[in-house]
Nanobody, 121 residues
Framework: QVQVVESGGGLVQPGGSLRLSCAASGSIASISTMGWYRQAPGKQRELVATITSTGATIYADSVKGRFTISRDNAKNTMYLQMTSLKPEDTAVYYC???????????????WGQGTQVTVSS
């Protein structure tokens, strides 16, 4: 079994900051790309940022310059540092990893349950 758990969400005022974490555990042998997605009420899930095993990153235009994605490969953990938060950043944030289980040669996607981020005064 592979578990993916997000943490760090909460309520923050506009202009504030939050740091999300995503930890993968269980019988996981390796992780390729990791990513953050978000889904606001009534909207489709959208890409926020991704990071490869070598540190290459991609950001959605809406978060460039405000969010920073990073990872600690030794801990199978990924982070999303969010600054200058806006009300439109309010959403459930999901972690997605492309990983390979112990004993398998195939990479598959694993998703977390999500963590709520609310930006409001």
């Amino acid at each position: 079994q592979v578990q993916v758990v997000e943490s760090g969400g909460g309520l923050v005022q506009p202009g504030g900051s939050l740091r999300l974490s995503c930890a993968a555990s269980g019988s996981i042998a390796s992780i390729s790309t990791m990513g953050w997605y978000r889904q606001a009420p009534g909207k489709q899930r959208e890409l926020v940022a991704t990071i490869t095993s070598t540190g290459a990153t991609i950001y959605a235009d809406s978060v460039k310059g405000r969010f920073t994605i990073s990872r600690d490969n030794a801990k199978n953990t990924m982070y999303l540092q969010m600054t200058s938060l806006k009300p439109e950043d309010t959403a459930v944030y999901y972690c997605d990893i492309l990983g390979r289980r112990d004993g398998s040669s195939e990479h598959v996607y694993y998703w977390g349950q999500g963590t709520q981020v609310t930006v409001s005064s």
